[in-house]
């Protein structure tokens, strides 16, 4: 079955840099859209990056994150990063991996389903 593990979560200083690293591994065929969600207590999942495309060109940003985080992805390694620099507290969440991807689900499949990891804590305090 297919699975997404995060890593790279961590507790780091105001201003300071994590990357966040994303593997999905299992029966995969083809992997579509993969992005970072954030989430904290009593709010709802936020999108904070996502990336398409099989060249990984297109990319969209959340506005508080914009010029601060870089989401990149590796297509031949099925893998997924983000570098998050100047961090700041209200960056402070779990974060978690998401994927649109086709492959096997039980049996081989065209269509794509959604995917997502277990969650990495991210915590900026000084």
């Known amino acids: 079955q297919v699975q997404l593990v995060e890593s790279g979560g961590g507790l780091v200083h105001p201003g300071g840099s994590l990357r966040l690293s994303c593997a999905a591994s299992?029966?995969?065929?083809?992997?579509?859209?993969m992005a970072w969600y954030r989430q904290v207590p009593g709010k709802d999942r936020e999108l904070v990056a996502q990336?398409?495309?099989?060249?990984?060109?297109?990319?969209d940003y959340a506005e508080s994150v914009k010029g601060r985080f870089t989401i990149s992805r590796d297509n031949a390694k099925n893998t997924m990063h983000m570098q998050m620099n100047s961090l700041k507290p209200e960056d402070t969440a779990v974060y978690y991996c998401?994927?649109?991807?086709?492959?096997?689900?039980?049996?081989?499949?065209?269509?794509?389903?959604?995917?997502w990891g277990q969650g990495t804590q991210v915590t900026v305090s000084s």
């Open positions: 998401y994927a649109s991807i086709s492959g096997l689900r039980g049996v081989w499949s065209n269509e794509y389903y959604d995917y």
């Open positions: 299992g029966g995969i065929s083809s992997i579509r859209t």
């Open positions: 990336i398409t495309g099989t060249g990984g060109s297109d990319t």
